[in-house]
């Protein structure tokens, strides 16, 4: 299985709703990170957990709260989301976080109305 | 500060046409320079990592080179399936393991 996949593909939200993004990826990678990219932009790095600890957190809000519950498995919760923060949610992998190549799942469409 | 800078920002060649991509990059210390293909809607799809100047790496139509300052992508004899966003990554040795994304270059390959 060389594959990352992520659920839902898309998600349509108020702001006062609560709502998780789901990854997960079999590879036997100890290294996960979500992304956030908007419309024509890079993808920009939110979060990395290695060996399910969280290693970098890039200054993201507090409404954003990831959870890597096993070496398989990362979740995004969100709460209290704001019309600016919809964008595609891109979870990646790596062997390592010193492993350089990084395997992205399709993404998560997220709208908040 | 680390830059990454991809040009042309819009590329459209006829199928056949060959060309190349650039990335620039000034980072203290490189770790490692990436290049992904991204299309519509879709996640990153990983094509090379190149680690030192001089490297090259090749798959199918395509070969990434690489020099002490820039990266080039270069597409021989593109096909419509080759249209897509590609971009550039670099990873310095003091990033803290993130992935500096260029913007990309939106390549279009009609036929």
């Known amino acids: 299985d060389t594959e990352v996949t992520q659920t839902p593909k898309h998600l349509v939200m108020g702001m006062t709703n609560k709502k998780s993004l789901k990854c997960e990826q079999h590879m036997g990678h100890r290294a996960m990170y979500w992304y956030k990219q908007k419309a024509k932009k890079p993808p920009e790095l939110m979060f990395v957990?290695?060996?399910?600890?969280?290693?970098i957190n890039e200054s993201v809000p507090s409404r954003f709260s990831p959870e890597c519950p096993n070496s398989s498995l990362l979740n995004l919760h969100l709460h209290a989301l704001q019309p600016e923060d919809s964008a595609l949610y891109l979870c990646a992998s790596s062997r390592a976080i010193s492993e350089n190549e990084q395997f992205f799942g399709p993404g998560t469409r997220l709208t908040v109305l | 500060e680390d830059q990454v800078t991809q040009s042309p920002e819009a590329l459209r060649l006829q199928e056949g046409e060959s060309s190349s991509l650039n990335c620039s990059y000034t980072?203290?210390?490189?770790?490692?320079l990436f290049w992904y293909r991204q299309d519509p809607g879709k996640g990153p799809e990983f094509l090379f990592t190149l680690y030192s100047a001089g490297e090259e790496k090749e798959k199918e139509r395509l070969k990434a080179t690489l020099t002490k300052k820039e990266s080039f992508l270069h597409i021989t004899a593109p096909k419509p399936e080759d249209s897509a966003t590609y971009l550039c990554?670099?990873?310095?040795?003091?990033?803290?393991?993130?992935?500096?994304f260029g913007k990309g270059t939106s390549l279009l390959v009609t036929p």
């Open positions: 990554a670099v990873q310095a040795q003091n990033s803290g393991y993130a992935l500096n």
């Open positions: 980072v203290s210390g490189l770790r490692g």
């Open positions: 957990y290695s060996y399910e600890k969280l290693s």
